[in-house]
């Protein structure tokens, strides 16, 4: 309880310090309760966006991975005898690059749609669901407050009952150990709102390094990534590579079937000056007769 009123004083008194002049104790209250969820709000939201952009990277990977075997499918569909059709199966491979590469643009742009309308949907239900509000109400008793301050509240529940058992015997609560005229009155909701708010601001740091710890573990192959921007950079530079890949594949393609196109048309130059060497060298042995 004191390390809880220790934090919501703190926070008080950085939330006036920062108003930078007098006011009402309501109105410095609903700044600092404002500051207080914003903050709770943000560290959550962070992650939230953290996970959802790891998501749409796996999704545009597995988008390219799908892309490229159809291609290379369709590529193979179309393998004909290049000396001749090899133009034909040139320019037909040029259009399905280009209207595989123009499909491949639109559902990147659906997977970014899908994930904006996503993390839009899950940063209004952090909102909702860490409200003042709903905090004050689930945490109304001073035993869930105190189970919120010493962090079992992302691994367990806490019973209200003003008798719980431990380790096989029975030990009373702490709402249990406060007379019943102390807690009908105004001080002691006062004070236990208070300590609500204190561990609110512990359960807010504790997440925060929570997180970032999970984060710095993080890694797409075998790079690091820690941030939003680091996973955004690496999902732009991954459509960057696969767009020229396609094209490259395209390039490499037409190459090939030009090279056969021109090795063809040696040959069959080759084909009639051999014949009319043959003729000049018949030619000549009638002479020489």
Do not use: W
């Not at 990277?57 to 369709?74: F, H, N």
């Not at 004909?80 to 742009?109: I, L, Y």
């Not at 105190?146 to 367990?156: D, I, K, T, V």
């Not at 063809?264 to 043959?278: M, P, R, V």
Request: net charge positive; proline share 0%.
């Amino acid at each position: 309880m004191q390390e809880c009123a220790f934090e919501h004083d703190q926070h008080l008194q950085k939330t006036q310090q920062e108003c930078k002049k007098a006011c009402s104790e309501t109105f410095l209250y609903t700044k600092a309760c404002a500051a207080m969820f914003a903050e709770l709000h943000a560290v959550l939201m962070g992650h939230c966006e953290f996970v959802h952009t790891l998501h749409r990277l796996l999704d545009v990977s597995r988008l390219i991975e799908k892309t490229t075997m159809e291609s290379i499918a369709q590529h193979d569909a179309m393998v004909v005898d290049h000396e001749g059709g090899g133009k034909n199966q040139a320019d037909c491979e040029k259009t399905a690059v280009q209207r595989k590469t123009e499909c491949f643009q639109r559902e990147c742009a659906g997977i970014a749609l899908r994930f904006q309308k996503t993390l839009r949907e899950d940063k209004e239900k952090i909102t909702n669901t860490n409200a003042q509000l709903r905090f004050s109400l689930q945490y109304k008793t001073l035993a869930r407050v105190l189970h919120l301050a010493r962090g079992n509240e992302e691994s367990g529940t806490v019973r209200d009952n003003y008798i719980e058992e431990v380790n096989g015997k029975d030990r009373r609560t702490p709402d249990s150990l406060v007379d019943g005229i102390v807690k009908n009155s105004n001080a002691y909701a006062i004070l236990k709102n208070q300590c609500m708010l204190g561990a609110v601001l512990k359960y807010t740091e504790r997440s925060k390094k929570r997180l970032e710890c999970e984060r710095n573990k993080t890694r797409v192959g075998a790079l690091g990534v820690h941030t939003t921007a680091c996973i955004a950079r690496l999902e732009s530079e991954l459509i960057k590579n696969a767009m020229a890949m396609f094209q490259t594949t395209h390039s490499q393609n037409d190459m090939r079937v030009k090279i056969c196109s021109t090795l063809g048309k040696i040959k069959t130059e080759n084909t009639l000056l051999q014949a009319e060497l043959d003729s000049v060298h018949a030619k000549i042995k009638q002479l020489q007769k």
